[in-house]
Nanobody
Framework: QRQVVQSGGGSVQLGESLRLSCAYTGFTLDSVNIGWFRQAPGKEREGISCINPRNGRTSQNFSTLGRFTISRDNAKSTVYLFLNNLGPDDTAIYYC??????????????????WGQGAQVTVSS
């Protein structure tokens, strides 16, 4: 059974960091791309970053470049998103998702079929 399970998130202060985890099961390594998204109150879901776990190629939203980093542990079928130097504008529900593999992953929601349960990230100043 294919599924995506998230962990991590929480409440932090301005400038602090968090790690989000996304464990995907039921997929073969060469069949899946993983994407990270977030949705702030009253806003549309936006793509943050994505990765092809097999070849390690990534894409990232320009607004988070330099602060957020995506990585993978193929032995654990897990993708991580490291959130650094967080600010109030980063407050949102963060989602990871799995979708059919493409050589270069995409950050649009239509490219993903299986979604994690979401994780609240709240940053206070």
């Amino acid at each position: 059974q294919r599924q995506v399970v998230q962990s991590g998130g929480g409440s932090v202060q301005l400038g602090e960091s968090l790690r989000l985890s996304c464990a995907y099961t039921g997929f073969t390594l060469d069949s899946v791309n993983i994407g990270w998204f977030r949705q702030a109150p009253g806003k549309e879901r936006e793509g943050i970053s994505c990765i092809n776990p097999r070849n390690g190629r990534t894409s990232q939203n320009f607004s988070t470049l330099g602060r957020f980093t995506i990585s993978r542990d193929n032995a654990k079928s897990t993708v991580y998103l490291f959130l650094n130097n967080l600010g109030p504008d980063d407050t949102a529900i963060y989602y990871c998702a799995a979708g059919p593999v493409r050589q270069d992953c995409q950050m649009n929601t239509d490219a993903y079929d299986f979604w994690g349960q979401g994780a609240q990230v709240t940053v206070s100043s």
